[in-house]
Nanobody
Framework: QVQLIESGGGLVQAGGSLRLSCAASGVSGRTFSSYTMGWFRQAPGKERDIVGSISVSGNGLYYADSVKGRFTISRDNAKNTVYLQMNSLKFEDTAVYYC?????????????????WGQGTQVTVSS
């Protein structure tokens, strides 16, 4: 069983930056580097949406149009951690952010294709 723990959320003013981290544990039988990782977010009253995904190699990347050019996903397989660097934050980025792991080599943009989820971390952007 893979456990994912997000951190780094908080309150930030519009235009500011935050860096989210997601640490994986319990990856016995498989290594962290064999999981595609994704970031999702859910705002109050809205559905969960994909933010981005990174493949096992780190070479495959996907970003939602709403965050392209502002957010960057990266991974450090030696540390079993995936990151989400968020710059130029907007009020509409306010949401609970979740990381997820998929038994896949390639990026995945559909939440149902992910096998493990973290508990989420709140990001609040003040206007």
């Amino acid at each position: 069983q893979v456990q994912l723990i997000e951190s780094g959320g908080g309150l930030v003013q519009a235009g500011g930056s935050l860096r989210l981290s997601c640490a994986a544990s319990g990856v016995s039988g498989r290594t962290f580097s064999s999981y595609t990782m994704g970031w999702f977010r859910q705002a109050p009253g809205k559905e969960r949406d994909i933010v981005g995904s990174i493949s096992v190699s780190g070479n495959g990347l996907y970003y939602a149009d709403s965050v392209k050019g502002r957010f960057t996903i990266s991974r450090d397989n030696a540390k079993n951690t995936v990151y989400l660097q968020m710059n130029s934050l907007k009020f509409e980025d306010t949401a609970v952010y979740y990381c997820a792991a998929a038994n896949s080599r390639f990026v995945r943009i559909v939440g149902e294709l992910y096998d493990y989820w973290g508990q989420g971390t709140q990001v609040t952007v003040s206007s």
